[in-house]
């Protein structure tokens, strides 16, 4: 492959990505306000869940904890913002160096988010996949459901499972 320094940071900036995400998934959302009740001040974590503004008390001991959450959350999102720049930065040079490669990385980026669901997560990915192309009328072949199951079960990437189905209907070479 040409230009595998470029495949190479491409590659590094979606693990970043996927592990800001993660990470993310499991830090506290939203701004701490404050209320004063009988001239005493109390803080909250003010969030959004299901369209709606929650409000919850944050305890002073707790207090330095939930800001340094916050900022974390903030620089995560900044770093996420100034990957996905980069990433496109890339991308752009690839399509014009490299048509193939071009096609490699936006494969890749595609299948990161697969790659990076938790094996719970998989199977009910799988199972929502069935249940639409059932609707559909539509099933997947057999080759196509071995080797999303041998990813759900981690046997198989999922770029390597997307790159045999293409194989398999001839839309790639290889």
Partial sequence: MLYPDL???????????????????ALKDGYISTKTISGKKYAYLQYRANGKLLSEYIKKNQLSEVKAELEERAGLMKRIDEIDKRLGRIEAAAAILDKELHRRLITLRRCTAMEALPFGEREKSLAFCSAMTALEGIPASKGAERNLSRWAAGDLSFQES????????HLAEG
Avoid at 7 to 25: H, P, V
Avoid at 162 to 169: E, F, P
């Fill in 162 to 169: 997307y790159w045999n189905t293409l194989r398999m209907y």
């Fill in 7 to 25: 495949y190479q940071e491409y590659t590094s900036l979606l693990q970043d990505k996927t592990d800001c995400q993660n990470t993310l998934a």
